[in-house]
């Protein structure tokens, strides 16, 4: 059973930080491109940042360039997203996603995790 699981989100102030992490399993994560994707209430979700299987190559909303940084650790099948200077417009649900079929479209995907940042 494919699963990824979220966590570290939370409340923080702008100008703060946060990491998330996503422990996968069920799958073959260390094979598959990983990322994360975002909702903000009332918008549509949207892509935010993701990581080849080797952790060799990015890609970034340009909306997080500068400020979000993503890892992954294969040995522990996990992956993380490191979130510095929040902006309110950075809160929404924070999704796991992984094994990318094709341009910024992933296969699996986790339950979320809220992400508050307060002005």
């Known amino acids: 059973q494919v699963q990824l699981v979220e966590s570290g989100g939370g409340l923080v102030q702008a100008g703060g930080s946060l990491r998330l992490s996503c422990a996968a399993s069920g799958f073959t994560f260390s094979t598959y491109r990983a990322g994360w994707f975002r909702q903000a209430p009332g918008k549509e979700r949207e892509f935010v940042i993701s990581i080849s299987w080797s952790g060799g190559t990015t890609d970034y909303a340009d909306s997080v360039k500068g400020r979000f940084t993503i890892s992954r650790d294969n040995a522990k099948n996990t992956v993380y997203l490191q979130m510095n200077s929040l902006k309110p417009e950075d809160t929404a649900v924070y999704y796991c996603?992984?094994?990318?079929?094709?341009?910024?479209?992933?296969?699996?995907w986790g339950q979320g995790t809220q992400v508050t940042v307060s002005s």
């Open positions: 996603a992984a094994r990318f079929t094709g341009y910024r479209d992933p296969r699996y």
